[in-house]
Each structure stands twice: as structure tokens, then as C-alpha cells.
């Protein structure tokens, strides 16, 4: 029903089934991991009126399960990426996975996805840290470009006092180029 993907490696397509409602994708070498998608197969949907919340699981400096809501899947939204680079170090929250004895080892971490009805999955907040950016990648990478653009022309600013006549230049005032 449900897949994981973190870049660079295998993808897992076989939870670990927990409970009737809970499966479980462990994250080995989890330090080195940015991002994690997780997915729903395609091959066979949630029931009418649910879906799944997705929870990141990793171990604390005493070894105690540390659970964290990233998101949620839907039939609507059947896949989502999250960030848990920076979520290593935060609090733990309300999860369904309390009262289950899950295996921890100091290098393993897990990705929890219980099925709730979408009623419940309406009501949770997740890890703010945890969504990764909305904006779209061309825009992003259009900003950064016209940042290094700025940047690299004001680098080659001189004053009014220091131009020397030169009738095969043009000048372009740097305040046009911040108008722009």
C-alpha cells in the first residue's frame, strides 16, 4: 500500500504491519538522510474517509523512541517529501505508535504511517520544520540566479569620481538594476 524513498537508495514498497492500522519503513544511517518521501503504491487505496498520517521516529541520547507528525498521504495526496534533517533534535509529539514496543538501535530510525479517518488527519499539526518549500524550484533557482547577477555586477562598481571617459562603454546605474 505504501512506499519510501530517501535519495540515493532502495526504494522500500514492504512496511513493517504493526497493527491492523500502523506500518513502519526503518531509516538506517538515518544522520545522513535530508529528505524522505513517502507514497502510496497505487495498487490499493485507502477506504472511503481515511488516510494516513505519516510520523518520523528516531532515538534520543537515552535511546527512548522520540515520535514526530510530519504530514499525511490521502487518496487526493498520495504522495508527499518531508525534511527531517532538522528534526533530530526537537520534542517529540502525540502519536498513535505509544503503547507499541518498536525496536530502537542508536542508528535507526523509522517512518510511522497510521490510518486515521481524514476528519483527524484535518485537526493534527505537523513539525513546521518538516514541510519543505512551496515555492517551485524554477522560481527558487530564478531568485538565487538574479541575487548572483546583483551581486556579481555590483562587484564591479566605481564612483562618479573614478569613471574615466570611454565613448565604447555604457554605464548602467546600479539603482536601475535594483528598480528592475
Known amino acids: 500500500m505504501f512506499g519510501c524513498l530517501v535519495a540515493g537508495r532502495l526504494v522500500q514498497a514492504a512496511p513493517q504491519q504493526v497493527a491492523e492500522d500502523k506500518f513502519v519503513f526503518d531509516l538506517p544511517d538515518y544522520e545522513n538522510i535530508n529528505h524522505v518521501v513517502v507514497f502510496m503504491l497505487g495498487t490499493i487505496p485507502f477506504p472511503d474517509g481515511m488516510g494516513g498520517s505519516v510520523y518520523f521516529c528516531y532515538p534520543d541520547q537515552n535511546g527512548m523512541a522520540v ?103 555604457a554605464f548602467i546605474p546600479a539603482n536601475v538594476v535594483l528598480k528592475w
Open 67 to 169: 515520535w514526530q507528525l510530519l504530514g499525511f498521504v490521502t487518496n487526493e495526496k498520495p504522495s508527499a517529501i518531508f525534511k527531517i534533517s532538522g528534526l533530530k533534535s526537537g520534542k517529540g509529539s502525540q502519536h498513535p505508535f505509544g503503547a507499541m514496543n518498536l525496536p530502537q538501535t542508536p542508528t535507526v530510525a523509522q517512518i510511522g504511517i497510521s490510518v486515521e479517518l481524514l476528519e483527524s488527519l484535518a485537526q493534527q499539526t505537523p513539525v513546521a520544520s518538516a514541510a519543505v518549500s512551496s515555492v517551485d524550484s524554477f522560481t527558487e533557482f530564478t531568485q538565487k540566479m538574479l541575487d548572483n547577477f546583483y551581486n556579481f555586477a555590483s562587484s564591479f562598481a566605481v564612483t562618479q569620481a573614478q569613471m574615466t571617459p570611454n565613448p565604447s562603454e
